[in-house]
């Protein structure tokens, strides 16, 4: 993102009322229900329809600089200006007009700081993103993935388990919120950004084995484990395999009726099993226990359906 001028007031902001206030140092409760088996994707926020996305766009303005707004509308005050060429980072894309224009939520920079406002789409051009690295890394524990950098502005796209695959393709060099943000890339194409704090160095492991069990991710093969044999012709839970001479069962995660992939039957299988009516056992269990909680609820299911939708 390059840099664009902000020309106006300071005092409009919330963060200025807040100084004027003297709250900035102040400390606030806020009391947050955690339940069992809650939902693992936060609840839209109430407000206008709107697609999250993370992408750059670029002003396409035919030579006046393209005016940003606090909010979705000419009614709001302008915030910035940013001229022809500059690249923004779009979170988001209106998914209605106001009054014939969208109004899409961009995020730029001022100096060293970012700042988020709303521009008109009719003005914002596609543009390939740069990328400035590709270093694999996993999640070190569940974590969001955001539509933009920080907290406050962002929304979360999507919700990762510990040990997800993600490729870093830039990193920022300032703090937003309290964190580092990257941006990052899943195995799907997926992009959006994580706080560095939640990732280390290191690909996904393809299987791991687990006293007499196998554990293996989806998409992967029997010519991915060095020196295993198939006893059979299915890869999939509830097969037996030799490697170095030691037979194992599979568990394929997602996978607990032993027909090799993640669908609805196996969804089927799992509700069974919460309402106690068709226990899973051993491996079955296993390949649905998906982060190895020793249990098998809604978070676990949440898991298998990212499986079935190839996230």
């Known amino acids: 993102m390059q840099n664009v001028s902000a020309p106006y007031s300071e005092g409009r902001t919330t963060k200025k009322a807040y100084i004027d206030m003297g709250l900035m140092d102040s400390g606030f409760n806020f009391i947050v229900p955690v339940f069992e088996n809650m939902p693992a994707m936060a609840s839209p926020r109430p407000g206008r329809n709107v697609t999250l996305v993370t992408e750059n766009v670029v002003i396409a303005t035919q030579s006046s600089p393209l005016t940003i707004r606090s909010g979705p509308g000419t009614s709001y ?182 027909d090799g992939k993640s669908d609805s039957m196996d969804m089927y299988q799992i509700i069974q099993h919460i309402l106690g009516n068709t226990l899973l056992q051993e491996e079955y269990f296993m390949a649905v226990d998906t982060n190895s909680d020793s249990k098998i609820d809604s978070m676990d299911m949440y898991n298998v359906i990212q499986i079935i939708l190839n996230k």
Not at 93 to 99: H, I
Not at 141 to 160: M, W
Not at 180 to 205: H, K, M, P, Q
Not at 221 to 237: K, M, Q, R
């Open 77 to 258: 005050n302008p915030i910035a200006r940013a001229d022809k060429g500059s690249i923004l980072l779009r979170i988001e894309k209106a998914d209605e007009s106001e009054n014939g224009i969208y109004w899409d939520k961009v995020i730029y920079s001022i100096g060293n700081e970012l700042g988020v406002g709303y521009a008109t789409r009719e003005y914002l051009g596609d543009v390939t993103a740069t990328q400035t690295c590709s270093e694999p890394k996993i999640t070190t524990e569940i974590c969001n993935l955001r539509n933009g950098p920080g907290t406050t502005d962002s929304k979360v796209k999507q919700i990762l388990p510990a040990g997800t695959g993600i490729t870093v393709i830039d990193k920022m060099n300032v703090s937003v919120d309290g964190h580092i943000w990257y941006r990052v890339r899943l195995e799907n194409g997926t992009e959006g950004y994580i706080s560095s704090a939640f990732l280390e160095d290191g690909v996904v492991e393809k299987y791991k084995i687990d006293g007499t069990y196998v554990k293996i991710i989806p998409g992967t093969t029997i010519e991915d484990i060095p020196g295993a044999v198939l006893n059979g012709e299915i890869f999939a839970t509830g097969a037996s395999i030799m490697i170095d001479g030691v037979s194992y069962k599979v568990a394929l995660k997602g996978d607990c009726n032993g």
